[in-house]
């Protein structure tokens, strides 16, 4: 039987996990990515010396049972990563509050700066480890036929039934149960929501958001060399696999035969074949490549969907000497009257200093950013290049000043400041108009799965269920490459080459 061909659009974690899976599963994967370096908005890159993380930061998910650690298992992968003590160090305007791994420490800082959370922890953790636990069974969620459902049907444990109610209230209404109306403790779970399930306590699903502010509990860590190591690393294992990445393809257009084979023009002028697609994109980057020959689904899809955010953020290279060294990760929230985001809510992350290779010697590469609306982006792109600049002046200042709570006098010590507007992600991440993270998380029972409505075109990557997130991703794409798998073994699409086991569908 011929080797069936994949061709990836796009080398995100998303995009390359799904292609390094079906490579080791014998597929003939291609992944065609625009940029020069892989990872996207998980990608670390070149900048007068430093190398710096483009958008996320803190790599979650290599805990035993996490997506990561299951995919490295899959795919040979050591990954270069140590893990970091604390999570991060959250700012509030009057508490400071450490987020500790360690349960011991983390008991007692939250029993001391959160006492109103207190029944709180015990429901979100009896709820995270079910739903990690869940997660590492790997379901087809959302289920997008019977057969989905029967397998998500064996993977339900009894572990799960006390949880339950948990997936049909959001965060806010668990916190009214349990009579937390602290301004503190609310502020404290909803900044950590906003950065993990891109929406606050008000409208974040309980279940998702209790695995959403988990991460810390079970690890955080840091990849050598930056966020884009985790690609990097992902890129080596797809060539080991027999598969390959192609830098500086932009695909501009998909075309679809009757034979339901596909033709990928890139912006070289090259075209690629493939019997399947997985898209690195979001639906609106999909709708854009396939033109007319969108599906009614998408095209709808993409005109009622409200945009996402989208990110401001700052690269400083700052000396060492200056920086904190009891954290490299902080949360600032400045004003708890004001809405989170648009530079209220600030994520700081500071190269770690035993990685050499991310600064010049006796400098560090920083990360900031925040959530942003993005149509006063454009309109003011659009219509007024002054008010734009201003605009870009107006939030740089502002992530500083939250900087300047764990970095003082961070103005004068910055040797480097470079900004990050919502119009440099859609440039060198590809994403219209620079929408980043995903869709919001408020009912389990309206997200996206993986399906376009095209036949052996699947999307992967954050806009997909569990979404954002280098570990979101990669759980997504272990679905997406399963189903791949079953999908060629019933012969819907051929067999491939050979089949390995463990198998990713398993
Ligand atoms: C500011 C910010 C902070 C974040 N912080 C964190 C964090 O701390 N921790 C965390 O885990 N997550 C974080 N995230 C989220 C995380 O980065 C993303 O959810 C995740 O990396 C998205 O991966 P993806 O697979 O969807 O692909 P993307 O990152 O969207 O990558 C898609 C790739 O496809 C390529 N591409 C696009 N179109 C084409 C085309 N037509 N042809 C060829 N190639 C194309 C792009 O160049 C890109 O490399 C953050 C995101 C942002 C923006």
């Not at 490295?72 to 003590?85: F, P, S, T």
Request: hydrophobic share 45%; charged share 20%.
């Amino acid at each position: 039987m011929k080797t069936k061909r994949v061709v990836v659009i796009g080398g995100g974690v998303g995009g390359l996990t799904a292609g390094a899976l079906l490579a080791r599963e014998g597929f003939a994967v291609t992944v065609l990515e625009a940029h020069v370096y892989p990872g996207g908005c998980a990608g670390t890159f070149y900048h007068k010396g430093y190398r710096f993380d483009a958008g996320a930061t803190v790599a979650g998910g290599f805990q035993p049972g996490g997506p990561h650690q299951i995919a490295g298992n899959l795919l040979g992968i050591q990954w270069r990563i140590e893990r970091i003590e604390p999570a991060w160090v959250i700012h509030l305007p009057e508490r400071t509050i450490t987020r500790w791994s360690d349960e011991s420490k983390w008991q007692a800082e939250r029993a001391e700066k959160l006492p109103e959370l207190r029944h709180f922890w015990r429901i979100q953790e009896q709820a995270a480890e079910a739903a990690w636990q869940f997660a590492a069974r790997l379901p087809e969620y959302p289920p997008a036929s019977l057969a989905d459902l029967l397998r998500l049907a064996t993977k339900i444990r009894p572990s799960l039934i006390p949880i339950s109610p948990l997936a049909l209230m959001s965060m806010g209404q668990l916190l009214d149960i349990l009579g937390v109306r602290e301004r503190n403790a609310r502020t404290f779970i909803d900044a950590q929501l906003l950065i993990s399930a891109q929406t606050t306590s008000r409208n974040a699903n309980a279940l998702y958001g209790a695995i959403a502010v988990d991460l810390p509990r079970v690890g955080v860590y840091h990849p050598h060399g930056g966020i884009g190591t985790i690609a990097r690393q992902l890129a080596e294992a797809l060539a080991a696999h027999g598969g390959r990445i192609i830098y500086r393809h932009a695909v501009t257009r998909i075309e679809r035969h009757a034979d339901k084979t596909f033709v990928l023009h890139t912006n070289k002028g090259n075209t690629f074949e493939a019997d399947i697609v997985l898209a690195n994109l979001t639906p609106w980057a999909l709708a854009e490549l396939l033109g007319d020959a969108a599906p009614p689904s998408l095209q709808r899809e993409v005109k009622t969907r409200p945009s996402t955010w989208g990110a401001f953020t700052l690269y400083l290279g700052v000396p060492s000497a200056v920086l904190p060294t009891h954290a490299e990760h902080f949360q600032i929230v400045q004003d708890l009257d004001q809405p989170l985001g648009e530079g209220n809510s600030v994520f700081i992350s500071i190269s770690s200093p035993h990685d050499t290779e991310r600064a010049p010697s006796g400098m560090r590469a920083v990360t900031l950013s925040t959530h942003t609306a993005i149509a006063p982006w454009w309109h003011l792109r659009k219509t007024d290049p002054d008010g734009y600049q201003r605009r870009v002046e107006q939030y740089r200042d502002k992530l500083l000043d939250a900087a300047e709570r764990v970095i003082p006098n961070v103005r004068n010590a910055a040797q480097l400041v470079l900004p990050g507007t919502p119009a440099a992600f859609q440039r060198f991440t590809r994403r219209p108009l620079g929408m980043v993270g995903g869709f919001p998380f408020a009912s389990l029972l309206t997200v996206r799965g993986p399906h376009t409505g095209v036949e052996n075109l699947w999307l992967v990557g954050d806009s997909i269920f569990p979404g954002q997130s280098t570990a979101g991703v990669t759980a997504g794409a272990l679905r997406v490459a399963a189903e791949v798998v079953r999908a060629a073994a019933q012969r819907r699409i051929f067999l491939p080459r050979r089949a390995s086991a463990p198998s990713v569908a398993q």
